[in-house]
T-cell receptor
Framework: DAGVTQSPTHLIKTRGQQVTLRCSPK?????VSWYQQALGQGPQFIFQ???????QRGNFPDRFSGHQFPNYSSELNVNALLLGDSALYLC???????????FGDGTRLSIL | QQQVKQSPQSLIVQKGGISIINCAYE??????FPWYQQFPGKGPALLIA?????SEKKEGRFTISFNKSAKQFSLHIMDSQPGDSATYFC????????????????FGQGTILTVHP
C-alpha cells in the first residue's frame, strides 16, 4: 500500500521562474494539504484541497496556487520564484478534511 | 492565537532515559493534537495523537499527557533508544467545519532529540 508520493524529490530553479510540484495521496485518501517547511522550522500550512476545490488557505501570497484532479492527486504551482521560496514542500493526505494527515517525503526546492 | 509553542528546542538523553517534550497552545478551538517524528531527508510521520476529552494516551513507549485547563500537552518517550533520535513536532488542528483553523495543522517549532548510546 503506497503512501503519499511526491515528485520531483529535488528541484533547482532561478529567481522569477515558475515551478510545479506534484502529489499522489495515499490510497483511500481524498484530501490533500500542502505545507512549506523552511530549514530548522516546523511546516507552515499553504492550502488544502477537497473535492477539487481549495477549502482552506494559510498566509501565503497568490503566487502560490494549486489544483486537485478527479483522481485526488494534486499540484502546487509557485510563480515568480523568490530566494525565500527555498524550502521543503510537503504534501499530506487524509481521508477527509477532518481526518489525520499523513505526509510524503517532500520536494526540496532550491532557488538560485 | 494560532501559535503552538514547543520546548525545549533540543534535548539530549542517555539510552534508557525518559525524553519529555512540552507544547502549549492558545486556540481553544483546537480539538486534535498529533505528534510527528521527522528523520533527516524524510517527511513528518504521525507518531501518536490525542483529543482533548482524555488526559493521557499511551502507545508502546510513547505517551501523550494533556492538560486542557492549562492548554498544554506533552510527549513522553520511555526507555529512549538511539533510533529515537529525530526531530519531534507537536501540532494542533481544528476539525470542526467552519472554524478559521479548520483542516490546517499548526505546528510547533520542533525539538531535536539526541539519544546517546
Amino acid at each position: 500500500d503506497a503512501g503519499v508520493t511526491q515528485s520531483p524529490t529535488h528541484l533547482i530553479k532561478t529567481r522569477g521562474q515558475q515551478v510545479t510540484l506534484r502529489c499522489s495521496p495515499k490510497s483511500g485518501h481524498d484530501t490533500v494539504s500542502w505545507y512549506q517547511q523552511a530549514l530548522g522550522q516546523g511546516p507552515q500550512f499553504i492550502f488544502q484541497y477537497y473535492e477539487e476545490e481549495e477549502r482552506q488557505r494559510g498566509n501565503f501570497p497568490d503566487r502560490f496556487s494549486g489544483h486537485q484532479f478527479p483522481n485526488y492527486s494534486s499540484e502546487l504551482n509557485v510563480n515568480a520564484l523568490l530566494l525565500g521560496d527555498s524550502a521543503l514542500y510537503l504534501c499530506a493526505s487524509s481521508s477527509g478534511p477532518n481526518q489525520p494527515q499523513h505526509f510524503g517525503d517532500g520536494t526540496r526546492l532550491s532557488i538560485l | 492565537q494560532q501559535q503552538v509553542k514547543q520546548s525545549p528546542q533540543s534535548l539530549i538523553v542517555q539510552k534508557g532515559g525518559i525524553s519529555i517534550i512540552n507544547c502549549a497552545y492558545e486556540n481553544t478551538a483546537f480539538d486534535y493534537f498529533p505528534w510527528y517524528q521527522q528523520f533527516p531527508g524524510k517527511g513528518p510521520a504521525l507518531l501518536i495523537a490525542i483529543r482533548p476529552d482524555v488526559s493521557e494516551k499511551k502507545e508502546g513507549r510513547f505517551t501523550i499527557s494533556f492538560n486542557k485547563s492549562a492548554k498544554q500537552f506533552s510527549l513522553h518517550i520511555m526507555d529512549s533508544q538511539p533510533g529515537d533520535s529525530a526531530t519531534y513536532f507537536c501540532a494542533a488542528i481544528d476539525f470542526n467545519a467552519g472554524g478559521t483553523s479548520y483542516g490546517k495543522l499548526t505546528f510547533g517549532q520542533g525539538t531535536i532529540l539526541t539519544v546517546h548510546p
